[in-house]
Structure formats: C-alpha cells, structure tokens
C-alpha cells in the first residue's frame, strides 16, 4: 500500500519540496528464516538537527516486524545503531497496528486513522458507503459544470495553469517552480492525473492525484473559493471523478488522516469532516516522533 512512497518521481519531488535538507539513503533489506522485511528510511541533514524519516515522509514499520522477536530485535538494533552513530533525536515513524495489545503497553505515541476508500468496489457500492450528507449533495447537478479527466494522454500543460492559480489564490508562492515541473513529469508518465474544473466563463479548480498500481493519492489542489459559495458540492463532485478514475489504475485512494487532536483549527477539523464523509476503509497507525520513544516502543512490545 506504501509502494508509491519508493516510486523515483515521487522520491525526487520530496527532495525538492525540501531542498533546505539534505537526504543520505539508510534503506536496508532483513532477510531472516520465514521473513523478509525492506526497511525504507533516510537521514535528514537540516540547519537544526539529523533526523530519521524517508524523504521528509514517515517511516513505515509494519505490526508483523513486532510479531517477529527476531526480526523485530534485528530492526530494533539497526535502527539504535543509526540513533548513536549519527546523533538522532527525531524519528517521525507510523506503525501499522491491527492488534489493540501493540497500543495498550505505551503512552508515548499518538494513534490515528489513516482514511482510504477501498477501490475493488462497484461504483454504486462505494458511492452507498458514503456519508448521507455527502450522497445527498452529490445529487446537486449543475449543468454549466464541467469535470474533465487530464492525464498523459491529454495533458496540454494544466500544471502550469495549476500552479498560477495557487500563487493568485494563495497570495504567494507556497512552494518552488521546480516542485511543479516534477508534479507533470508524474503525469506525463502516467503516475498521475488532474481533475479540471469549469464553468461557461473559466476554469474554477484543479484536483492534483499521484497513483501507483496499488495507491492514489490525493496531493493538492487549488479552487477559487468563491465558487465553493455558489457550486456547493463541487469539492465532493471532484473527489466523487478522482474515485471513479482511480478504479481503472489503483486498488486504494488515500485520502488522508483522521486525527482526534484537539488542537486541530476549525479549517482542519472542516477538511477532516470532508475527508471522513468518503472514506469506507481505515488504517489504525501508531505515530512516533521521538527518538528515545520508538527505541522504548520496541522495548515495551518485547
């Protein structure tokens, strides 16, 4: 489910997102009697401090790597190793947990859900799943709306156009050009698509998707917000095409993260409301950021 954090295209967009660090690959393969276990991680190199993490993306731990005391003693020591020998205080790590004992034994963690919709159902099935206030505004036709599908068949320079309209929506330039370049290297290589939307008079949004065989992702997207106002289900009617696309290349669309912080904003927790309305399957994750409280993870799950 995680393969697409590996793809090049997605590896070199991270490194320019967050061209102030510098990555070193500390990826390492665990072939042990009965299991085989690729461990996907990198060290950051910032102005403040070394860090663990895969491109500036969490490191993925699976719950069969604490299942298994040797691989798990085996991982355990690499990971410690690292810590010492490179002075880490900050490893930003997600372990998935299907077993409610990996989270009663420690406190020093967060847990949430990571929302995805499950894309190996029919349409009508998925659609059925969907929270009732969001199946009702999907009803909501407007005939002056036009949702259309760019990908690399297509594809006449809409990330261009994507990114014009975030630094006019957003009043500055959030992130460098170079950044969006490899945003349409994804698409024209078929690991990505747009959903564009218009009306009679202009183009009002753009919904960026990266995807792999197994996973879309959803990455940005940009809508003058006024039209939020006046096309109230157009946000719902975006990510309504992106699933129905998503069927033909994927398994999964992941669509974010449930989080039950109280120090969410009213925005965030409006996002999240959004995101949970779609959603039909969750991934319960253990977040870690410490250092010294994933070493005394491993250490409590012995």
């Known amino acids: 489910m995680y393969e697409y954090l590996k793809n090049p295209f997605f590896i070199e967009y991270q490194k320019e997102y967050n061209n102030d660090c510098e990555y070193i690959d500390l990826s390492k393969s665990f072939n042990l009697p009965g299991v085989n276990f690729f461990f996907f991680l990198t060290l950051e190199k910032n102005k403040v401090e070394n860090k663990l993490n895969y491109y500036g993306k969490s490191i993925r731990i699976e719950e069969f790597v604490l299942n298994n005391s040797l691989l798990k003693k085996t991982v355990f020591k690499y990971l ?13 790590v997600r372990i998935n947990i299907f077993n409610d004992n990996f989270i009663n034994k420690n406190s020093d963690f967060n847990v949430i859900n990571e929302l995805y919709v499950d894309l190996s159902f029919p349409e009508i099935t998925i659609r059925k799943n969907f929270k009732q206030s969001h199946r009702t505004i999907l009803n909501k036709i407007y005939e002056d709306l036009n949702y259309e599908i760019i990908d690399y068949k297509n594809y006449n320079g809409e990330i261009l156009e994507m990114e014009k309209m975030h630094i006019e929506v957003s009043g500055k330039k959030t992130r460098s050009s170079p950044s ?8 024209i290589n078929n690991y990505g698509f747009i959903i564009k939307v ?15 065989k197994i996973t879309t992702v959803y990455f940005s997207s940009v809508t003058y917000r006024e039209y939020f106002k006046i096309y109230k289900n157009l946000g719902h009617a975006s990510i309504w095409s992106a699933i129905k696309y998503s069927k033909n290349v994927s398994k999964f669309l992941y669509l974010g993260d449930e989080n039950s912080s109280s120090s969410l904003t009213n925005k965030e927790k409006n996002i999240e409301t959004f995101k949970k309305g779609f959603n039909n399957f969750k991934k319960k994750i253990i977040t870690i950021n410490g250092c010294n409280n994933l070493l005394n993870y491993f250490e409590k799950t012995s």
């Open 80 to 92: 410690n190793d690292l810590i010492l020998k490179y002075n880490i205080k900050t490893c930003d």
């Open 198 to 212: 218009s009306n009679k008079e202009k183009f009002l949004s753009y919904y960026f998707f990266f995807f792999d």
């Open 180 to 187: 969006w370049l490899i945003n349409e290297k994804m698409l």
